[in-house]
């Protein structure tokens, strides 16, 4: 079919809808004057769905006493995602409860990738937690919680949502292993205390004849329930020592890493009484040993601890004594905060020249009268608040029996150096302290940097060492802000570059607290979501350096997206590195490039022609005319079409129009803002507000013309769009450039074709 000129109306209309789709242009270049149905190339084309957030990963896997040195961490895929990032917190026990973790206690977990935090093409990590574990590793206890998130960087798609943090543990073994040494003439009895990870169904006990535990062999099985085995002895083996250890096995048949060792055997004939009234008595130096027996007999002193039920072997072939000084002195073989436990094994040697071994003293920690000793130690806990008048310190009680207790007292050093003199404060006796929660309180009235604490026994006037150094956690940072839309060129240099969306960093600025003499540096926190998921950030995001020592930090946000808001808070941190105090949550985002503004600029623009009908219209004059659309929130777009000489004019002029909020999960609507979200930009939430301007076109027969116009905008990005230098080719913009003015910029030319895709 000939095609035809168009009419000039119909040509002035077709020009003026060169920023709608590419499918309404290609309708305005086909003869509408025809019998046969029009396609649109909408209807065969279609543009793929673009992934501008990724969804968190559904599912989250934390292994619970799987391992005895590793836990194994696993996922559900996500759609899109090029990596994921694994962070961990580690929670210790507190007398004995554990409390969850807040957002700065988690830290990425590296990788072997570059020591990255990144996991690419996997969806499951092994966290090597022990090389070379032992039943004497600390690690048995502590909670590991883990949360992970999907990414995808290169493409600049935003991180996912964490999923809900889901605590690990490693497979423990069991505790407290004790035999029977001499107690009875045909068993061993072991007794243990059970493993705490409740993924063990049974326990497996190895015997040996070598004192450290070599060349084992498991001599039987039972089950998770149970806390004892009864080892049978026969007359021919009664007297002969052996060595016990037992293993926790989970249902895959993984065992645990061996429990203590614990020494066992069976009473010989003629073997000695057991020794009764073993007593220990402490003096400033050194415990004394004392027990009943007699000049015949031989004795050996062994010891266990409250960290340790193993026997160590004190001495022996101690002939004719009954009693032993333990120079406590000796650090390399005790230690502080530890109850000792002593036991004494009498022997004989019988007639034809054998030594017969008696039992060991009912002395260890489940007896009824324990022979027990200790250091005196400084306290376990310490911790250091600010309050209104100064400093308050509290702290646990140094252990020993209550009586003990009662007659310490505890000396309060303090400096405001970590590594200076500590000079003593005060000396407070435990009986002016009361006891509350497992703690005793005291206010300083004339504040330090730094606190240490010793223990006091006025009995001996022996002084503890002193504990760990503490300091309070400074007030939280004031007056934060963060950047919005600003223009950060002439500070951050070559760092100012926009990310794959187009979006350039954000300035996060915060003043210290008024005291700020103990304040070490930063921590920087952001999130998409106000009330949770907020990510540690490091510099230059290197994942290696967290610690902000100024009062500024660039976020150079790699998924940071147009639309999105962010939250920032910042933590205050003392020189130990330890903080409790938040900054107020502040949002901030990124300014856009001028291509990127156009593109979001368009999203406005193109919604607003919807409005209109009179350019919709199939005949040719029913374009013609004026009408009025109205924006879904405020404001009009007003529409004149005429003929003017050889040619057409359409004038489109806008007042206060929008159509969309910006909500704070980067969702854009006409639903108005809720009660608890926050309002973000110029126009009190609008995303882009056209306040004034048009957008005209004019053209003559040959469907050739130009545009012009400005329009100014508020909101989420303020600024401006041009018109002036728009060619209209064959009825459709093709050719020249946009003047794009974001606030705070110098203006920027921005191709024609952009406000097409």
């Known amino acids: 079919m000939k095609k035809r000129l168009l009419p000039i109306a119909l040509i002035t209309i077709y020009t003026s809808l060169f920023i709608c789709s590419c499918t309404d242009l290609f309708q305005g270049k086909v003869d509408i004057d025809t ?22 990963p559904a599912q989250i896997f934390v292994s619970d006493g799987d391992s005895s040195g590793t836990i194994r961490v ?3 895929a996500v759609e899109g995602a090029q990596s994921y990032r694994l962070e961990r917190a ?3 026990p507190e007398n004995g409860y554990y409390e969850e973790p807040s957002e700065a206690d988690f830290a990425p977990v590296t990788t072997g990738f570059g020591n990255t935090a990144h996991i690419y ?6 966290d090597v937690i022990l090389n070379d574990p032992t039943y004497k590793s600390p690690e048995y206890a502590y909670r590991y919680y883990y949360r992970v998130c999907a990414e995808n960087e290169s493409r600049g798609y935003a991180s996912s949502e964490y999923t809900p943090m889901t605590p690990g543990t490693l497979f423990a073994p069991p505790t407290g292993l004790v035999a029977s040494a001499g107690s009875f003439k045909d068993r061993i009895e072991i007794k243990w205390n059970p493993s705490e990870s409740d993924s063990t169904t049974s326990y497996i006990i190895y015997r040996s004849m070598y004192s450290d535990g070599s060349n084992a062999n498991a001599i039987a099985t039972v089950k998770a329930n149970m806390r004892n085995f009864t080892c049978s002895v026969s007359d021919a083996d009664r007297g002969i020592e052996y060595y016990f250890y037992v293993r926790a096995q989970n249902s895959a048949r993984q065992q645990s890493v061996n429990s203590s060792l614990a020494l066992g055997y069976a009473q010989a004939e003629g073997a000695p009484a057991q020794v009764t009234e073993v007593t220990v008595t402490r003096a400033k130096k050194s415990v004394t040993v004392s027990w009943s027996g007699d000049t015949e007999t031989k004795y050996a002193l062994y010891r266990s601890s409250s960290k340790d039920s193993a026997l160590t072997l004190v001495t022996n072939n101690l002939s004719g004594k009954t009693e032993y000084v333990v120079d406590t002195e000796d650090s390399s073989s005790l230690e502080y905060s530890t109850y000792y436990y002593y036991m004494v094994q009498p022997s004989k040697t019988a007639e034809d020249g054998t030594l017969v071994k008696g039992p060991l003293s009912d002395t260890g920690p489940t007896s009824e009268h324990p022979a027990e000793a200790y250091l005196i130690s400084p306290p376990e806990t310490v911790t250091v608040t600010k309050g209104a008048q100064g400093h308050q310190i509290s702290w646990s009680p140094a252990i020993g029996n209550d009586e003990e207790k009662n007659s310490f007292s505890y000396s309060i050093l303090g400096s405001n150096s970590s590594t200076g003199a500590f000079t003593e404060l005060q000396t407070v006796p435990a009986s002016s302290l ?22 006091v026994n006025v009995n001996d006037n022996q002084l503890s060492p002193e504990s760990a150094v503490q300091a309070p956690a400074p007030y939280a940072p004031r007056s934060i ?13 070559s760092s100012w570059q926009a990310n794959v969306n187009e979006v350039y960093p954000v300035k996060i600025t915060w003043l210290p607290p008024e005291d700020s003499s103990d304040v070490a540096g930063y921590y920087v926190f952001r999130s998409d979501k106000k009330d949770r998921g907020y990510k540690k950030l490091s510099v230059n995001n290197d994942e290696k350096t967290f610690v902000i020592t100024g009062n500024t930090f660039y976020d150079i946000n790699p998924t940071a997206r147009p639309k999105q808001v962010y939250y920032y808070k910042v933590m205050s941190l003392n020189s130990l590195y330890g903080g409790a105090n938040y900054s107020d949550t502040k949002i901030g985002y990124g300014a856009l490039t001028a291509n990127q503004y156009m593109r979001e600029y368009n999203l406005t623009s193109v919604g607003s022609h919807k409005k209109l009908t009179l350019m919709h219209k199939s005949g040719n004059m ?10 879904s929130i405020s404001g009009t777009l007003h529409y004149n079409a005429s003929v003017q000489g050889m040619g057409g004019r359409v004038i489109m002029e806008y007042t206060n129009y929008a159509d969309y909020y910006i909500h704070n999960d980067g969702k854009m609507n006409s639903t108005p803002l809720g009660p608890d979200e926050d309002i973000v930009g110029t126009a009190k939430g609008v995303y882009f507000l056209f306040v004034s301007g048009n957008t005209n076109t004019s053209a003559g027969m040959d469907t050739n013309g130009t545009m012009d116009g400005t329009v100014t905008c508020q909101g989420m990005y303020p600024g401006s769009v041009e018109y002036d230098n728009i060619q209209i080719k064959g009825g459709a913009a093709g050719g020249g450039y946009y003047i794009v ?17």
């Open 121 to 126: 093409g996997n969806t499951s990590f092994d």
């Open 741 to 757: 003015t974001r606030q705070g910029f110098a203006p920027e030319n921005v191709h024609w074709s952009v406000a097409e895709e």
């Open 622 to 631: 029913d374009k013609l005319g004026e009408e009025t659309g109205y924006g």
């Open 481 to 493: 802000t963060a950047s919005t839309y600003q223009n950060l060129s002439g500070e951050m240099g």
């Open 35 to 56: 019998s046969s149905t029009l396609s649109s190339l909408g209807d065969i084309l279609k543009e793929p769905v673009k992934i501008s957030e990724l969804e968190a």
């Open 434 to 455: 009361t006891l509350f929660n497992g703690l005793y309180y005291y206010d300083i009235t004339t504040p330090k940097n730094f606190y240490k604490i010793c223990t």
């Open 90 to 92: 580690v929670v210790k």
């Open 74 to 76: 696993s996922w559900s």
